[in-house]
C-alpha cells in the first residue's frame, strides 16, 4: 500500500458503540458504509459491555439499550471511530435533538478479555440510549428480559422507519408500545 494517508490531527473522532440496526448486516449499516466510504467512520472491532446492561426491543422491533447498569446481559456489539461529520449524521439518525435516544458514556472491553475475565483493555466511548422519558417504561413492558446482542433473530419483524404509520411520531410510537399489553 505504501503511503497511507494520515487522517489530520485536528481531526477528532469519537469512539461510539452501536449495538443495533447500524451493525454490520443490519438496515442501517448503510448509513455506516457511506460514513466509511467518506472517511468519517472507521470499524475499529467488536466489544462487549464491561458493564451489564439490559438491550430491548420496542416499537417495530427497533432495539435500546437501557441506561440501567447491573441489569441485563453484557451486551456486544460494534466499535466506530467517527468525524464530528460523522457524528452529527448519527445523531440526526438517532433522534438527539428530539428525544427519541440520548448519548451518553458507557465503558466497554475487548469480547476476548471477558471470556478470560482479564480487564486488561477497558476504554469508555459513547452510546445511544433509550431516552430517560420512556425508559421506565419499556423496561416494564419488556418484563425484564433483555438480550446480550441484537441479532437476525431479535432483528425479526424490523420495520424500516419510511415503512411505519407516518402520522404517528418515533414517541408516539413508543407510547403506544408501552401502553399495549405485552404478548
Given at each position: 500500500?505504501?503511503?497511507e494517508t494520515m487522517m489530520p490531527a485536528?481531526?477528532?473522532t469519537t469512539l461510539v458503540f452501536t449495538y443495533g440496526t447500524l451493525k454490520r448486516g443490519f438496515s442501517n449499516h448503510v448509513l455506516m458504509q457511506d460514513l466509511i466510504r467518506s472517511g468519517d467512520a472507521s470499524f475499529k472491532g467488536v466489544y462487549q459491555t464491561l458493564d451489564k446492561y439490559p438491550l430491548v426491543c420496542g416499537p417495530y422491533r427497533v432495539p435500546f439499550l437501557l441506561n440501567k447498569p447491573g441489569s441485563g446481559h453484557h451486551v456486544t456489539g460494534e466499535l466506530y471511530a467517527v468525524s464530528p461529520r460523522g457524528l452529527s449524521r448519527l445523531d440526526?439518525?438517532?433522534g438527539i435533538s428530539r428525544g427519541h435516544y440520548v448519548?451518553?458514556?458507557i465503558r466497554l472491553a475487548a469480547a476476548e478479555d471477558l471470556e478470560t475475565e482479564t480487564s486488561s483493555s477497558s476504554c469508555v466511548v459513547e452510546a445511544y440510549y433509550a431516552h430517560k422519558s420512556y425508559e421506565e417504561e419499556l423496561?416494564?413492558?419488556n418484563r425484564g428480559r433483555s438480550f446480550g446482542a441484537y441479532t437476525e433473530n431479535e432483528a425479526r419483524g424490523y420495520v424500516k422507519r419510511n415503512d411505519r404509520p407516518q402520522h404517528l411520531s418515533f414517541l408516539d410510537h413508543?407510547?403506544?408500545?408501552v401502553s399495549?399489553?405485552?404478548d
Open positions: 500500500m505504501g503511503h485536528k481531526t477528532t440526526e439518525l438517532e448519548r451518553q458514556q423496561w416494564k413492558r413508543i407510547r403506544i408500545f399495549s399489553p405485552c
